[in-house]
């Protein structure tokens, strides 16, 4: 085509445009000869934050032929959502496709495709109409003292172990601690504040209450301590024993240390008498917590790994499951790993986008979250995988909206349901799915928080389930929620 | 409650104006504002962002009663209203905002005191109370030559407190201890924290050996500046500096040099910077360039330009040091008595590195580690020559402004 011809061509384009004709719900036209259909997927209804069942198709022509090869950009125009890709290409019958994850926003939510590379490019806008999520209701909201306020809760047997930080541990009865407690109303047992040594502060981060099936004791409870550090470089605290024989008066017995490094999240292997516990830079560490706990338990250690290396490593959480030990590290992955010597077996570098956060195991699946910003990609994705004999491989992603961070996941105890907690922007709270297949969470509730849930936690109670969500400062406190309208 | 601390604060500023006119004594007063488009490339995240805002808009006062035995000195900020989402600073931090500067509180400086000599002066000793300074560091930005605050404002000075002030004067040498609430302003509207005061403390030695000429020696230790309960780490600070305005060949000169160092928790966090810069009048232009190197927190943020406050722990997520070259011009268009219009543009190249671990990447943030900025406006001053806040009693003596007849040919 010659240069007039080109010209001739963006000129009819813009007397096109000029009269209001390039864009319309069903097709439109630009440059002189292309055009962009709707061939699918438009006039949905869903509920905000879903990923819409059916992608949007459209296709390209030229002069009324299909239009092969031609990068179609989309775009969200009304709403917060995301398309995934964001950029196709049309194949051999010029047809293109995205998905589309709602924002928050209730109402028309909008996605526009344009040929990509055209002066007057044509383009077609996608309306989907948005329902309201129902929000599962929040039966407490119990204030915890303002000193960094609550950063994760351990519940079992109806009692509740609330990690808040400078406060210590506030020991809770939510329906099985003898003192009337329920979740509507929990019942404070009693608040025991950590030993500040070797740090200034007790930091008290996380809790596992042990029940040992040899001594059958409920003796120990094993706290995080999470000191001052920068992540992927260092970090401090130690692992703080403490024996909550009586829960009325618990007293703190042993500690153990990892020197240039900070506890996070543990997981048990109470059979075995094994606490496994993450340790951001130094990994994870396998200690022996058979027998009577007292004292430095530096002999205790069992294994450790640092399965990215060294500067590669920031192990946010760990869980056995199937017979492995799953690690969940910030930098380098997700990581299987063996349970007695530690040394990896599969996994490892598979999430190079994103940091990684939280993870939970459930039968032959895997969810893991994401955080913060990693080379401008936010962690606002949960991540599915698949377990197989060579290691976690990765088979899809749910994207929520609005938030910086998936800081906490769980699945609850019949497998149904996906719980995560969000962080860092206007879509701040609690995420509920079902996973009626396990790699397609769907979102089935939502609570928001605006200052954002730290963590959650999922537990049954008298019957029920709930979920146990960290409310972070200003206002910090234990937000407890019913789920049982979301069990089928 | 922060409306009745806001009230409190302006009722006694009101009552000491009302005071000092009633006596007859010496008052003073001034008032100032700064228009000004800022365009900053790359800005967080990535792109180009330019905005235009009215930043520094004050309004204060100083006078005195009981024949000058008791001064007072007060100073109204605005900012709350005109920047209430903060001034596009690259490298600025500090409550809770991040390349963004914080706006400061409505009552920015209520502060009174008294004075006492002996000996012919030779001795001074001086208290004074109120919101305001404490004893540490160099002057508020507000009062220096670039329109762009410092990356280590929250390095170099401590504002907005509710503070106890002693001094000791022996002929050049003044010596000053402060009491007062470490915790920061939440918003503009924030009083300081009364339940915290006495928690942190501060001590000044500053010396002047000739006319207009001064050094400073200072440390603090500030409890939990970002948590308003109080419960949090301590931040270990120290500040040196000298600062020269004077007659230099004729034209009044201006020159400033510090280094700042801030520990925290302990020492698991250290963060250094080093300032200098420099004015002088070339007819009714007045030049100046800032030099600074500063060590900056980086935190997980809630968007672009902001973080958490207060924090829900005390990760880092790395620490860049801001090497900024600021080159300014302010030409006195028009002057009037005590008035003076002063169309201004100022530019900084800046470079962002990182220094140790940790997975902040400023690619991540900003796509590239250089930044530029421009800013251009007017600055528009009422009765401001030579006011530089968070000096009070005897060290308002020494405050070394060049007099106003020198500063136009």
């Known amino acids: 085509m010659t240069r007039w011809g080109r010209y001739l061509r963006s000129a009819t384009g813009l007397l096109i445009a000029s009269v209001g004709c390039v864009?319309?719900?069903?097709?439109?036209?630009?440059?002189?000869?292309?055009?962009?259909?709707?061939?699918?997927?438009?006039?949905?209804?869903?509920?905000?934050?879903?990923?819409?069942?059916?992608?949007?198709?459209?296709?390209?022509?030229?002069?009324?032929?299909?239009?092969?090869?031609?990068?179609?950009?989309?775009?969200?125009?009304?709403?917060?959502?995301?398309?995934?890709?964001?950029?196709?290409?049309?194949?051999?019958?010029?047809?293109?496709e995205t998905t589309h994850t709602l924002g928050l926003e209730v109402g028309a939510q909008e996605v526009r495709a344009t040929i990509a590379d055209l002066a007057q490019p044509p383009q077609v806008t996608f309306v989907t109409q948005v329902e309201l999520l129902p929000a599962p209701p929040r039966v407490v909201s119990l204030p915890i003292p303002a000193n960094y306020g609550i950063h994760d809760t351990f519940v079992r047997d109806g009692v509740a172990f609330v990690s808040a930080w400078n406060s210590g541990i506030i020991i809770?009865?939510?329906?099985?601690?003898?003192?009337?407690?329920?979740?509507?109303?929990?019942?404070?047992?009693?608040?025991?504040?950590?030993?500040?040594?070797?740090?200034?502060?007790?930091?008290?981060?996380?809790?596992?209450?042990f029940h040992n099936p040899v001594s059958n004791e409920r003796r120990y409870l094993f706290v995080g301590q999470e000191g001052p550090g920068t992540i992927g470089a260092n970090s401090s605290g130690d692992i703080h024993v403490l024996d909550v024989s009586d829960l009325e008066n618990p007293v703190e017995v042993a500690f153990f240390t990892v020197p240039g490094a900070g506890a996070h999240n543990f997981w048990m292997d109470e059979a075995r008498q094994v606490l496994y516990a993450a340790f951001y830079n130094g990994g994870v560490v396998a200690l022996d917590v058979s027998g009577v706990l007292a004292g430095d338990l530096a002999d205790r250690l069992l294994a450790?790994?640092?399965?990215?290396?060294?500067?590669?490593?920031?192990?946010?959480?760990?869980?056995?499951?199937?017979?492995?030990?799953?690690?969940?590290?910030?930098?380098?992955?997700?990581?299987?790993?063996?349970?007695?010597?530690?040394?990896?077996?599969?996994?490892?570098?598979?999430?190079?986008?994103?940091?990684?956060?939280?993870?939970?195991?459930?039968?032959?699946?895997?969810?893991?979250?994401?955080?913060?910003?990693?080379?401008?990609?936010?962690g606002n994705a949960i991540k599915i995988w698949e377990l197989g004999e060579a290691g976690p491989a990765l088979v899809d992603s749910v994207l929520i909206p609005g938030i910086r961070t998936v800081s906490d996941l769980q699945v609850s105890p019949d497998g149904r349901l996906l719980i995560a907690s969000a962080e860092g922007a206007?879509?701040?709270?609690?995420?509920?799915?079902?996973?009626?297949?396990?790699?397609?969470?769907?979102?089935?509730?939502?609570?928001?928080?605006?200052?954002?849930?730290?963590?959650?936690?999922?537990?049954?109670?008298?019957?029920?389930?709930?979920?146990?969500?960290?409310?972070?400062?200003?206002?910090?406190a234990l937000e407890i929620y019913d789920l049982s309208g979301f069990v089928p | 409650m922060i409306t009745t601390r806001l009230v409190l604060l302006s009722w006694t500023a009101t009552v000491l104006l009302v005071q000092s006119v009633a006596s007859q004594t010496t008052v003073g007063w001034m008032a100032g504002a700064i228009a000004v488009s800022t365009t900053v490339d790359p800005i967080p995240e990535g792109g180009r962002l330019t905005?235009?805002?009215?930043?520094?808009?004050?309004?204060?006062?100083?006078?005195?009663?009981?024949?000058?035995?008791?001064?007072?000195?007060?100073?109204?900020?605005?900012?709350?209203?005109?920047?209430?989402?903060?001034?596009?600073?690259?490298?600025?931090?500090?409550?809770?905002?991040?390349?963004?500067?914080?706006?400061?509180?409505?009552?920015?400086?209520?502060?009174?005191?008294?004075?006492?000599?002996?000996?012919?002066?030779?001795?001074?000793?001086?208290?004074?109370?109120?919101?305001?300074?404490?004893?540490?560091?160099?002057?508020?930005?507000?009062?220096?030559?670039?329109?762009?605050?410092?990356?280590?404002?929250?390095?170099?000075?401590?504002?907005?407190?509710?503070?106890?002030?002693?001094?000791?004067?022996?002929?050049?040498?003044?010596?000053?201890?402060?009491?007062?609430?470490?915790?920061?302003?939440?918003?503009?509207?924030?009083?300081?924290?009364?339940?915290?005061?006495?928690?942190?403390?501060?001590?000044?030695?500053?010396l002047f050996p000739i006319?207009?000429?001064?050094?400073?020696?200072?440390?603090?230790?500030?409890?939990?500046?970002?948590?308003?309960?109080?419960?949090?780490?301590?931040?270990?600070?120290?500040?040196?500096?000298?600062?020269?305005?004077?007659?230099?060949?004729?034209?009044?000169?201006?020159?400033?040099?510090?280094?700042?160092?801030?520990?925290?928790?302990?020492?698991?966090?250290?963060?250094?910077?080093?300032?200098?810069e420099s004015a002088t009048h070339l007819g009714r232009h007045r030049l100046y360039y800032r030099f600074e190197r500063t060590d900056r927190p980086e935190e997980e943020r809630l968007s672009a330009f902001r973080t958490p406050r207060p924090p829900v722990d005390d990760h880092l997520i790395g620490t860049t040091r801001w090497t900024i070259h600021t080159l300014g011009n302010r030409f006195a268009a028009w002057r009037h008595q005590n008035t003076v219009v002063e169309p201004f543009v100022e530019g900084s190249l800046i470079h962002v590195g990182k220094i140790g671990e940790g997975v902040f990447s400023t690619r991540d943030y900003y796509s590239r580690d250089r930044i530029w900025s421009l800013s251009w406006g007017v600055r528009i001053g009422i009765g401001m020559m030579g006011h530089r806040m968070g000096r009070y009693g005897s060290l308002t003596r020494s405050a070394g402004s060049v007099p106003e007849e020198h500063i136009h040919d």
């Not at chain 1, 950029?87 to 047809?95: C, I, N, P, R």
């Not at chain 2, 920061?184 to 924030?190: F, I, K, L």
Request: net charge negative; glycine share 16%; hydrophobic share 35%.
């Open chain 2, 51 to 206: 905005e235009w805002r009215v930043v520094q808009p004050i309004v204060g006062g100083h006078g005195g009663f009981l024949d000058g035995r008791i001064w007072w000195k007060a100073m109204l900020n605005f900012e709350g209203v005109t920047i209430p989402s903060g001034e596009l600073t690259p490298g600025g931090f500090g409550e809770g905002f991040v390349d963004r500067r914080h706006p400061h509180t409505y009552a920015h400086e209520v502060m009174v005191g008294t004075t006492a000599e002996w000996d012919g002066g030779t001795w001074v000793a001086g208290l004074a109370a109120g919101k305001g300074f404490p004893a540490f560091g160099s002057d508020d930005p507000m009062g220096r030559d670039p329109v762009r605050f410092p990356v280590n404002h929250h390095w170099a000075q401590v504002l907005e407190r509710l503070v106890i002030l002693g001094q000791l004067r022996y002929r050049q040498a003044v010596i000053e201890g402060s009491l007062f609430n470490g915790d920061e302003p939440e918003s503009p509207a924030d009083g300081p924290g009364l339940d915290r005061f006495g928690d942190s403390w501060s001590l000044r030695l500053s």
């Open chain 2, 211 to 276: 006319d207009g000429v001064e050094f400073q020696a200072s440390g603090a230790r500030i409890l939990a500046p970002e948590h308003p309960e109080g419960d949090g780490h301590y931040q270990e600070m120290v500040s040196v500096g000298g600062r020269l305005e004077r007659l230099i060949g004729g034209r009044p000169s201006y020159l400033m040099a510090e280094w700042a160092r801030t520990s925290e928790a302990d020492g698991a966090f250290t963060f250094y910077s080093f300032l200098g």
């Open chain 1, 23 to 96: 864009t319309s719900p069903q097709g439109g036209a630009g440059d002189s000869g292309f055009a962009l259909t709707i061939v699918g997927g438009d006039h949905q209804v869903a509920q905000m934050g879903q990923r819409l069942p059916q992608s949007y198709i459209v296709r390209a022509t030229l002069d009324g032929d299909p239009l092969p090869n031609r990068e179609i950009t989309w775009t969200v125009a009304v709403g917060s959502g995301s398309v995934d890709p964001v950029t196709s290409v049309t194949d051999q019958d010029g047809l293109a």
């Open chain 1, 172 to 209: 809770l009865d939510v329906g099985g601690g003898g003192r009337g407690g329920t979740p509507e109303a929990p019942v404070h047992i009693s608040t025991i504040v950590t030993e500040a040594a070797p740090l200034q502060t007790p930091s008290a981060h996380n809790a596992w209450w």
């Open chain 1, 304 to 378: 450790q790994t640092i399965p990215g290396g060294q500067g590669s490593t920031a192990v946010w959480g760990v869980m056995l499951a199937g017979g492995s030990l799953y690690a969940s590290d910030m930098i380098s992955g997700l990581w299987r790993l063996d349970p007695v010597s530690l040394v990896p077996t599969g996994g490892g570098f598979n999430v190079p986008e994103r940091f990684g956060s939280d993870l939970w195991i459930a039968g032959s699946y895997a969810y893991t979250g994401t955080w913060g910003n990693r080379e401008g990609t936010l």
């Open chain 1, 426 to 476: 206007e879509g701040s709270g609690i995420y509920v799915y079902r996973l009626s297949e396990p790699t397609k969470p769907q979102l089935a509730g939502l609570a928001l928080v605006g200052t954002g849930i730290h963590t959650v936690t999922l537990a049954e109670v008298m019957g029920k389930l709930y979920a146990f969500g960290a409310k972070n400062p200003a206002a910090p």
